[in-house]
């Protein structure tokens, strides 16, 4: 109900009152993950109901051939020891029904023995007390040898000569059962570390020290599920559970490296380490005391209000509600300026006059809170004192008020050098390179304005790093390396690093399939393997479940690959920043940016409000009591049991792409660039009519970022926008974002900057891991191409010209106008990205088997050994005629 009157509350400009304002917010609160009981529900698909009998039925089988009665819970501690130990010789035999059948049975075990109770409460805490007992007897390891085995007999000929389409829910039974075990282990044991529980406290250690430590076979559990998402991609192994893998990966990246309180840790104990001081500010504390800014008003509700305010255009002033706190800035208005946004507050409901300025003018809570009356206007009902426009006289409360914005200004080294070189050369006509100290000959402003800076300056761990690396290769001998602590990043960045980028286009592939707004095709791989029944459905219920589960099965894999993505950028970028830079290059070489954009290109509000769950459905509520008969109006009751008017998976993945986005994009003006070019600002401006603080945060951060480039007249009709970017951004002080005179990089240094970064990573890793840089750089690039010749991102993003007048209302018209004489931002980034097969802004499906894809920089492929046929070594002198002295190059085109 809340986003219907979220798409309809900018349908009349003209309401003056703080309904709109003060609506409410999503209370959604971004964590690691979801409640323990939605974690372990999310495990299962509606279509798997039916192996939940097969379960009991194994148990039941099992307990009759030892001559006990099929009730766990009456057996004694020493009694349900011994069962599990005969269950463990009993998963090593040959037979694989025997195996499984035992599998099966400790599945059910696992799933704390749900036929036996009345609750979910007993249901759960049986599941704890079972995992306990489970991994201390070794149930782990077993299932981990049986999932070996299931991988390699994964190549087996049947296997792989089955077609995709064909894959159904009874193809990967086996597997499902041994990954669900593994699972409800891994997420009970990240449960109760979580909650502190005593009785878990020295099993999560072991737990933690188990899966950050190489397997019998000398590879990590996160890899070996890595290289089963690969093989899924290149089609080697269609069978494979996508949903189950990717969760259980998640899981165990979550808690062998740790959640956002242990980042939080690790980088003031970094800092210290360094001899910075601690971070204070952190985004997810600060984003929980913000207020969601209104929604930017659509292109259709700003043409029916201009056709309203026609006759208003007389007045020579004209007032405009902001996006964000309602700044007010003051506009001249002529007949001829009707491009100019009309949110005026004139004379709409409310009793609201235009010529009563006390109570008209709103408080800016980053200035003096002493001048004007103006302060009166302050609501301080909301929690981060943020004022709103109130139509009646409000009641002033002794609350405390904010005045200030809600972040401290940073400064960079590189932006105090930038502004005292400007100074010097402006002042006394000279420059010092390297000179950070030095303001003799400038004026007593100058001195203050480079002590401001200093006060406000930031240095970051990367700073640190780089600054080191840069003196590592200037000095390579007298320098001396620091010692390479084996962190869990460290020793998964280790592991990984062979073949990250198969591994990047592997999960990238996985999310583009889950994606809400991907077209289905016949040639691309098929996610739903692992929902799809043999049977179809016969009956208009039955397809009703199965479109609610299939949509459900998407989001889940949307959430559970931008959690892994995200939390192994956040740690290898605070391992070495050189670490997170491999890892970044890599995903935009697999298209990850317009990936984001394509999925952001969609009804987001209607996307983070979808109710893809039916909850007598979901285990254990599908399997504990009375189960009532399923029809179409359970199907409703079902929707309305859950009050929130959101779905927190989908607000969890959205949050969690925006922040891959920004982390990609920051500080790169190369990346700023293809957000320009692939038309991001219509898409991104959607988003903001989510009403969630943190999330409009991410969006704000965005445009900012590409603002500078989007032209005066987009800045014009977006100050809705551009105001909210100002109260909700940190600033840098001499940042000129919001004008953009002075562009910090031109079209032509583009290559040059991935290049360069490029050069600096492989050199890292060349000087770290030698052997697995050798092993990358020979197949890293190339290894995969047969497998992986469809694009990560294939597929064009619809948006790229979501807003069709985005040109005339100056979002590529700035572009282009910064690009005067053809060697602009657009076409110098926008024609090299058209040499290479991105047609229309966006990649077409063979960007990443280009081998020759050289504005990206890859490194490796000149460095290959190319076996000659012995049909080229006798025929070589013809091909010399034929294809290069005969051949003729036309070097101007060239």
């Not at 400007?422 to 002042?427: L, M, Y």
């Not at 199965?546 to 939390?567: F, N, P, Y």
């Not at 499906?845 to 070594?873: C, M, N, P």
Request: overall charge negative.
């Amino acid at each position: 109900m809340m986003f219907s009157s979220i798409n309809n509350s900018f349908e009349q400009d003209t309401h003056d009152t703080d309904g709109n304002c003060d609506g409410p917010d999503l209370d959604f609160v971004y964590a690691d993950v979801d409640t323990y009981q939605n974690e372990i529900a999310e495990l299962y698909s509606y279509t798997e109901f039916s192996e939940f009998q097969q379960n009991v039925k194994a148990f039941e089988d099992q307990m009759d051939m030892y001559n006990l009665p099929p009730n766990w819970q009456k057996l004694d501690a020493s009694s349900q020891r011994s069962i599990i130990m005969k269950l463990i010789d009993q998963l090593e035999v040959s037979n694989r029904q025997f195996r499984m059948q035992a599998a099966r049975c400790i599945l059910y075990l696992a799933q704390g023995c749900w036929a036996e109770i009345q609750s979910d409460e007993e249901q759960q805490q049986n599941t704890r007390d079972n995992v306990i007992v489970l991994y201390e007897l070794g149930i782990f390891s077993s299932f981990l040898d049986l999932l070996n085995m299931e991988i390699e007999s994964a190549c087996s000929p049947d296997i792989v000569a089955v077609k995709i389409t064909n894959v159904t829910l009874g193809d990967s039974a086996d597997l499902r059962v041994i990954l669900s075990v593994l699972y409800i282990i891994t997420e009970t044991i990240r449960d109760e570390k979580e909650k502190g529980s005593e009785d878990y406290r020295k099993i999560a250690e072991a737990f933690v020290q188990e899966i950050n430590s190489p397997l019998p076979d000398g590879e990590l559990l996160a890899v070996k599920l890595l290289g089963m998402i690969t093989r899924f991609c290149s089609g080697a192994a269609p069978h494979f559970p996508m949903k189950k893998v990717v969760l259980l990966l998640w899981k165990i990246s979550l808690l062998g490296l740790g959640g956002m309180e242990v980042l939080k840790n690790l980088k003031n104990e970094y800092r210290i380490k360094a001899g910075l001081s601690p971070v204070t500010e952190d985004t997810l504390e600060v984003t929980k005391t913000m207020r969601a800014s209104s929604p930017p008003v659509t292109a259709a509700d700003y043409l029916d209000n201009q056709n309203l305010k026609r006759n208003a255009f007389r007045r020579s002033l004209m007032k405009q509600r902001f996006l964000d706190e309602q700044e007010q800035m003051d506009m001249e208005l002529t007949p001829g300026n009707e491009s100019a946004p009309n949110g005026g507050n004139n004379g709409g409901g409310g009793g609201n006059g235009t010529g009563q300025n006390g109570e008209d003018e709103y408080y800016r809570p980053f200035e003096d809170p002493s001048n004007g009356a103006s302060s009166s206007t302050i609501t301080t009902a909301n929690p981060n004192n943020l004022p709103c426009y109130n139509a009646q006289p409000p009641v002033v409360q002794p609350a405390q008020m904010t005045t200030c914005l809600p972040w401290t200004p940073k400064v960079r080294q590189k932006d105090i050098d930038q502004f005292l070189d400007i100074s010097r050369n402006k002042f006394i006509g000279y420059s010092l390179i390297d000179d950070h100290e030095s303001l003799a000959g400038l004026p007593q402003p100058i001195h203050e304005g480079v002590q401001t800076l200093k006060r406000h300056m930031y240095v970051s761990l990367a700073d640190i790093q780089i600054k080191k690396e840069e003196e590592i290769a200037r000095n390579p001998i007298s320098t001396q390396e620091d010692e390479v602590v084996l962190t869990p990043a460290e020793i998964l960045y280790q592991a990984i690093l062979p073949n990250l980028p198969q591994y990047m286009i592997a999960l990238l592939k996985v999310l583009l399939a889950a994606s809400p707004t991907s077209k289905s095709k016949t040639e691309s791989i098929n996610i739903m393997a692992d929902v799809l029944p043999k049977k179809m459905p016969l009956t208009a219920t039955q397809s009703t479940k199965l479109t609610v589960d299939m949509g459900r099965h998407k989001e889940i894999i949307v959430k559970a690959v931008s959690a892994i993505i995200l939390l192994y950028l956040k740690h290898f970028k605070l391992n070495h920043i050189y670490q997170f830079e491999f890892m970044s290059q890599h995903l935009v070489f697999a298209n990850c940016i317009p990936l984001v954009l394509k999925f952001f290109n969609q009804n987001i509000t209607e996307y983070v409000s979808m109710k893809n769950t039916i909850p007598l459905l979901d285990f254990p509520s599908c399997v504990i009591g009375e189960q009532p008969d399923l029809s179409a109006e359970s199907f409703v009751f079902s929707a309305d049991v859950t009050d929130k008017p959101y779905s927190w998976r989908n607000v969890f993945s959205c949050i969690n792409l925006l922040r891959i986005l920004n982390k990609l994009i920051k500080w790169k003006h190369s990346r700023v660039m293809m957000l320009v070019v692939f038309k991001s600002a219509p898409i991104l401006k959607k988003t903001l009519k989510v009403r969630h603080a943190m999330m409009q945060l991410y969006v704000l951060k965005l445009l900012k970022m590409q603002t500078k480039y989007l032209g005066r007249q987009w800045r014009k009709s977006n100050m809705k926008t551009m105001s909210a970017i100002y109260s909700k951004v940190r600033h840098r002080l001499n940042d000129d974002w919001a004008f953009g005179n002075d562009l910090d990089s031109r079209p032509w240094d583009f290559q040059a900057e991935e290049c360069t970064l490029r050069a600096c990573v492989d050199r890292f890793n060349l000087r770290r891991y030698p052997e697995a840089t050798q092993k990358c750089g020979s197949g890293g690039n190339n290894g995969n191409a047969g497998n992986n010749g469809e694009n990560s991102t294939s597929g064009n993003v619809a948006g790229g010209n979501v807003d069709g007048n985005v040109g005339n209302n100056g979002g590529a018209g700035g572009v282009y106008a910064a690009a005067n004489a053809g060697n602009g931002i657009a076409a110098g980034v926008g024609g090299q990205l058209q040499d290479y097969g991105i047609e229309g802004g966006f990649p077409s499906d063979e960007i990443l088997t280009h081998s020759d894809f050289a504005f990206f920089g890859h490194s490796g492929w000149w460095d290959r050994k190319v076996e000659l046929t012995d049909y080229f070594k006798a025929n070589y002198t013809t091909w010399l005629e034929e294809e290069v002295y005969n051949n003729q190059t036309d070097w101007d085109a060239l």
